[in-house]
């Protein structure tokens, strides 16, 4: 079975989102000499999770309202409620409001100022079902 090991964000103005994420979700970037191509460090090694990159948007991406083409991460947070104030604060949009997922946790996604969707998952087991119930 092969896993995940690595994302990358596209950005149209790579300083851009180097300083949403870090304020954000606090991950620490460095630029790979002789690239343009940032190394992301999402935290510590001995916790779950994945590094990244960042890297210059093609000039072909897709528009607004077009389909969704690319894969979506989602980042734990604390907090869902402060990380959406946070990020909306820091110039994001609300692409997907605060929803349960029944025994896992609250989901939301936003869209970064570039437009890339993330997701932004608040661990809780006791998250009810949509329709109230419990999971």
Request: charged share 20%; glycine share 10%.
């Amino acid at each position: 079975m092969a896993r995940v090991i690595h994302f990358e964000i596209q950005a149209s103005q790579p300083q851009t989102l180097v300083d949403f994420y870090t304020a954000l979700l606090g991950w620490s970037f460095s630029k790979w000499e002789g690239s343009e191509y940032w190394l992301i460090d999402t935290g510590p090694a001995d916790q779950p999770g994945i590094n990244g990159g960042l890297l210059p948007r093609p000039s072909d991406a897709p528009t607004e309202m077009q389909a969704v083409n690319a894969f979506v991460c989602t980042a734990e947070v604390t907090s869902l409620d402060e990380t959406l104030a946070k990020a909306t604060g820091l110039g994001a949009s609300i692409a997907f409001p605060k929803n349960p997922v029944p025994g896992v946790g609250w989901l939301a996604y936003i869209k970064d100022p570039d437009g890339n969707i993330v997701g932004l998952l608040e661990p809780d087991e006791t998250a009810p079902a949509p329709d109230g119930t419990e999971a």
